[in-house]
């Protein structure tokens, strides 16, 4: 029997599954996937991610918490839902993934590698002060959190396809657009807040 | 018997008063067998026939008769008159049903077919049944485990008395020692408690049941209904008179000690699935080397099984038993993980849950190959297929490896009588054509089968059989005992004898106590049969036996080692001695005897001989070839019958007889034909080889030898070795018989005829 030693800058760690059945939203559920490959087979992005959801899952039991949690996978997700709808053993693979993404963040793993954190946050910046996604302001904040030249040199690269929203009306001058009732969305993000602090979602 | 008095009844129903002439038919059995009473029915089945043919048998002007109608295998139930003898002239499935209508090769084979009845009949007797002496009721149980107490309750409530005797002090087996049971009942999700005390206390109270401990059997004798059992319990012998015996000898855990590879031995938290029950039921699960609680611990299944340099075989409830033990593990301790290695987990039927629950408590389930187990740093390094990768698990705080079932065919503690001898027997045994390398008349050696080597488990005989073919009961491969799995699962080699439980094959506690009861069922029959004389499975209901003429007999032992199922013994001048309810009638022994002096009332040497000389051979010019078919009435027979049930056409030149077994071949039928002007002939049964069909295990197998010596025989009378062959067909062939039969009609066709023909 030949079993060649396992590749020692990974590290496993046996308690990783448990604690992803324990802390993700829908891990206990994980517990139920039968390896079918279901999701990455549905998977319209796929070819975007480092492992597909199967794979990722295997990598959750045998312990690779840095790749997993360093991967792509749960970054590009497009919360397209195939997967959970197709899913045999009832596996929610969306919220598993958007949770992962969640705590990688928290934990500091994917600002390392993964450019779509600082979309994320970009992103969410704008939904909480707007009540709406503003393209102008997500699509700035994002370039600059790469810094000040880098900045410069994305928004310049994009320019010209501005230019082309701005005569076709695709995206306006002026002030951000808010909706009306923002103290209403606010007083439930704060909710959302509290909630999730009982139930121990952080 | 009083004077002979034939008649021949036709029927006309059924299409055969369409294809045939019948009238002719009847001047065949007038004119060359002086048949004095014949008669036509338009249909013989109806109440008007049967009427006919009971007030003839009732007025005593007739007392044996052929029904040429259809097939013998039917209308069995309407067709019996009393003691009289019946024989059946099949002229529907094989003639009007499978022929073209009124043509002359048609009525020619009708005419054969009648010829064949009635000289069958000249040669039939009803059978006078041999019942045996000293005739036991009482079901002999050997083991106290769940399957033998399973059997001995089950007997007990079918009213039968119980002899159970178990080798160790107490009742339960391994299933006593298990901490918890894998579920058997709905909704087959959750651990179940060990209820096996439930059992062991109803077998205890139960008045039917004598249960000897601490019991070695050192001899059985005799044959179903009348076996006699010499018991040791502390050096004391006592004889029994048993009926039947259910063997639940069980199993023992693989070796562990030869799995090093697997880190057996490396470090005492390395254990078997057996050391990790002993834990669950003392309630202490801690590490063996310093004591400390066991919080993460990985299963390693197939350790040892399924591995051609150890068992080779899935021992099937090694799955369900680390599922069980895991689920255990993480039930007790929250903090606690399990993680089970496994190359395909098995899971069938039920099981399916008790697995999904596992998951769902949050047991990880990993597929891979174990490649590296290392005790010191605790880790499992395992080939995981999902990946693609090597992965290692740990590290933990237990590795238990979940080893096979290796079957108690033989016992382990006790010494082989006669090691040599009985080590040799159980070699052969796997083999079906060792026999004939015995008897010495085949050259050469027989085929050589792969695993025989390792198939035999080491130890004594558990009934030490007084029998011609030694000591031990049969084993098939692997070393379990013989037995088909799917058409005859408890059947064993030996008559009145049969095997449950895991010594049949690896199960799991719920499939044994199952298992029992079909085995007490086949026992009760075995009793109940061998009090009225009847064979066994397959014949069952069959009165005849063989019975030897000592005057020819010329001591060869052929018949007493070619028996497939050891029911020939030979007395102190090596005369052959036959235990009729040991015989399950299938005729190897008569196919066996060089001098044709084994015959049975209704199927003889003579019979099948005189039948093949009965029909009408043409001439060399006539180019019409006569082909004789010898079919196995088991699976060949019936399946030429679905043939002509679904309309296919073959050949006319061929004539078909049903024989028992091919075993019971003789080669003086061979040579018959071949004299009488026969072209070809084939012989067709059941398929034979470890993976057989053959009813009676070894006869196609023993036929298969016999024939591939013809070939040197027809060498020698200058005709092609090709006109005699053998073809296996199973009962589903239906649709293959014409081609088969076809093909080697077509052969025989573009030889040259048989110059033999006219002398």
Request: glycine share 10%; charged share 25%.
């Amino acid at each position: 029997m030949t079993v060649a030693p396992p590749d020692t800058s990974t590290k496993y760690d046996l308690d990783f599954a448990k604690w992803v059945y324990e802390n993700i939203e829908g891990g206990d559920k994980l517990a139920l996937c039968m390896q079918c490959g279901v999701c990455s087979g549905s998977c319209p992005i796929g070819v975007q991610m480092d492992y597909g959801p199967r794979k990722l899952f295997m990598m959750i039991r045998a312990g690779m918490k840095e790749e997993v949690m360093t991967s792509s996978t749960q970054w590009n997700c497009t919360s397209c839902y195939r997967c959970v709808v197709r899913c045999p053993r009832s596996v929610p693979v969306t919220y598993i993934l958007q949770d992962l993404a969640a705590k990688s963040a928290e934990l500091g793993y994917a600002q390392k590698t993964n450019e779509n954190v600082n979309f994320a946050r970009s992103f969410w910046w704008s939904a909480k002060t707007f009540g709406r996604t503003d393209e102008r302001l997500v699509t700035a904040l994002y370039y600059f959190s790469f810094g000040l030249k880098e900045g410069y040199q994305r928004g310049l690269a994009n320019l010209k396809i501005a230019l082309n929203f701005v005569k076709r009306g695709r995206m306006h001058i002026g002030l951000p657009h808010r909706i009306k009732g923002r103290r209403q969305l606010k007083a439930i993000l704060a909710k959302a807040e509290e909630i999730a602090k009982r139930e121990g979602l952080h | 018997m009083s004077e002979k008095k034939p008649a021949v009844y036709l029927c006309k129903g059924c299409g055969i008063g369409e294809a045939v002439d019948v009238d002719a038919l009847e001047t065949v059995a007038k004119s060359e067998f002086k048949i004095g009473r014949c008669l036509q029915h338009a249909a013989l089945c109806s109440d008007d026939g049967l009427a006919t043919i009971r007030n003839d048998v009732e007025s005593g002007s007739v007392n044996r008769m052929v029904i040429a109608a259809c097939s013998h295998r039917v209308m069995t139930d309407k067709f019996q008159f009393g003691a009289a003898p019946v024989v059946r002239a099949g002229l529907r499935e094989q003639v009007a049903w499978s022929q073209p209508a009124k043509a002359e090769d048609t009525q020619m084979l009708a005419a054969d077919q009648i010829r064949m009845g009635v000289t069958q009949l000249s040669r039939t007797e009803t059978p006078a049944p041999s019942v045996v002496q000293e005739f036991s009721r009482t079901v002999m149980v050997v083991g106290g485990g769940i399957t033998g107490l399973t059997a001995a309750r089950e007997a007990a409530k079918a009213g039968y008395p119980v002899l159970l005797v178990e080798k160790t002090d107490r009742l339960g087996g391994w299933a006593a020692k298990w901490s918890a049971r894998m579920p058997h009942r709905p909704p087959y999700r959750d651990v179940q408690p060990n209820d096996v005390g439930k059992l062991v206390t109803a077998v205890q109270a139960d008045k039917q049941i004598t249960v000897k401990t601490n019991t070695l059997i050192t001899r059985t004798a005799g044959q179903p209904g009348a076996f006699a059992v010499t018991l040791s319990q502390g050096g004391q012998e006592t004889t029994e008179r048993v009926g039947a015996i259910v063997v639940a000898t069980g199993w023992r855990p693989y070796d562990a000690s030869k799995l090093g590879h697997l880190g057996h031995g490396s470090s005492p938290d390395v254990v078997t699935g057996i050391e990790l029950e002993a834990m669950l039921k003392a309630g202490t699960l801690t590490r063996k080397s310093n004591g400390a609680p066991v919080e993460r611990i990985a299963f390693v299944q197939c350790a040892g099984s399924r591995d051609p340099d150890h068992l080779p075989y899935c021992s099937s409830v090694c799955c369900g038993v680390s599922i069980k033990q895991a689920l255990q593990v993480v039930t007790r301790s929250p903090k606690a993980s399990a993680y089970i290695v496994y190359e395909e987990l098995r899971t069938p039927g039920t099981a399916e849950e008790f697995y999904r629950q596992a998951q769902k408590a949050g047991v990880i389930f990993m597929k891979g190959k174990a490649g590296k187990v290392d005790g010191g740093r605790m880790t499992v390094t395992y080939q995981d297929e999902l990946l693609g990768m090597d992965v290692p698990l740990g590290p933990l705080d237990m590795i238990v490896l979940a080893t096979g079932m290796v079957p108690n065919s033989t016992n382990p503690d006790a010494p082989a009588v006669e090691p040599e001898k009985g080590e040799a027997q159980l070699k052969d045994d796997i083999n079906p054509v060792a026999p004939i390398k015995v008897a010495g008349y085949l050259s050469g050696e027989g085929k050589a089968w792969p695993h025989i080597d390792k198939g035999v488990p080491p130890g004594g005989p558990i009934l030490n059989l007084q029998y011609r073919q030694g000591p031990h009961i049969p084993i098939l491969a692997d070393g379990f005992s013989d037995s088909h799995y799917i058409c005859f699962p408890y059947e064993t080699r030996r008559s009145g004898i049969y095997t449950a439980g895991p010594v049949r094959r690896p199960m799991d506690m719920a499939e044994s106590a199952e298992d029992a009861m079909g085995a007490v069922l086949k026992a009760i029959q075995a009793i109940e049969g061998s009090k009225m004389g009847s064979s066994l499975h397959p014949r069952v209901g069959d009165l005849s036996f063989p019975k030897i003429g000592h005057d020819k007999c010329t001591k060869c032992r052929r018949c007493t080692v070619e028996c497939p199922f050891g029911a020939i013994d030979e007395d102190e001048q090596g005369r052959p001695v036959i235990n009729p309810s040991r015989c399950r009638r299938c005729g190897t022994c008569m196919g066996a005897c060089p001098v044709q002096t084994i015959t049975f009332d209704n199927y003889n040497p003579q019979m099948v001989n005189a039948m093949i000389e009965a029909n009408e051979i043409p001439d060399e010019f006539s180019e019409k070839p006569r082909i004789l078919v010898l079919a196995c009435e088991n699976d060949a027979y019936p399946a030429i019958d679905m043939a002509g049930i679904n309309r296919h056409q073959w050949s006319p030149f061929v004539r078909i007889i049903p024989v028992r077994c091919l075993g019971s071949v003789t080669m003086q039928w061979i040579s018959t034909a071949l004299q009488k002007g026969y072209d070809g002939i084939m012989l067709m049964g059941c398929k034979s080889g470890d993976d057989y069909q053959c009813h009676f295990v070894k006869g196609s197998g023993i036929a298969k030898e016999r024939m591939s010596k013809v070939g040197e025989t027809l060498k020698s009378l200058m005709l092609e070795k090709e006109r005699v062959t053998m073809e296996e067909v199973s009962i589903a062939d239906s649709h293959r018989v014409p081609e088969v039969v076809n093909k080697f009609a077509e052969l025989i066709g573009a030889m040259d005829p048989n110059p033999m023909k006219g002398f």
